[in-house]
């Protein structure tokens, strides 16, 4: 239970939307509400629902579900059903009779269920996290990555893009940072004239001005 709840609190905590912005670097990623919500219906997959028994859901053998999908045991209840049917209370949680798909087809939805009597929380949820992570196999021989290596996968490509429009950037930015040395080398030259020639006019204008005086 406990890593059940460890997967929704991290699940939830990216999730979250704060004032300043979002909490979690994986905020809005699809994958995370792909797995949160697949165990979630697991836990109360028809497979595992009898409402013929009293061990035939999660709150009836004393698990309670919350509001954010993190789970909590209800003491007393577990307490009261261990005392009623010990081995119908472990059946519940226990595959006994092992998994069994009818030879289903790799990378279909069958491949994953149970056709055997017994079942169980914890084979169900087993098979619905290799559900999600297995690759998948295709027609032509090649396999599929899971969702998790998919999305990896996907993020690298996208990253290697950046990097690549961002050395393209940088490249750019070097010409331009280059050419406006170049423009202000050009002007500094050009200013350096201006003002030797103004001195040269200046000094004209003074021996001008003295001759002048002294005729």
Known sequence: ??????????????SDFEDSGPSGALFGES??????NGLASTLFSSQLVDATSAFGSLGLVGIKLATDGTLSVDETKVKEKLALDAEAFRDF?????GFDNGGA??????????TSSDTGLFALLQKKLE??????????????????????????????????????????LEGFEQGLIAQYSALEQTMNQLNSQSSALGQ??????????NN
């Open 1 to 14: 239970m406990k890593a059940y709840n460890d997967v929704v609190n991290f699940v939830n905590g990216q």
């Open 31 to 36: 994958s995370l509400r792909t797995v949160k």
């Open 93 to 97: 949680f226990v595959d006994l009779d």
């Open 105 to 114: 087809a790799e990378g279909t939805g069958e491949y994953y269920v149970d």
């Open 131 to 172: 559900a999600l992570i297995d690759d998948k196999p295709l027609p032509s021989g090649a396999k599929a990555p899971g969702i998790i290596a998919q999305r990896k996968a996907t993020l690298e490509a996208n990253i290697k893009q950046f990097d690549k429009q961002i050395e393209q950037l940088e490249f750019r």
């Open 204 to 213: 004209l204008q003074s021996l001008n001005f003295n001759g002048n005086n």
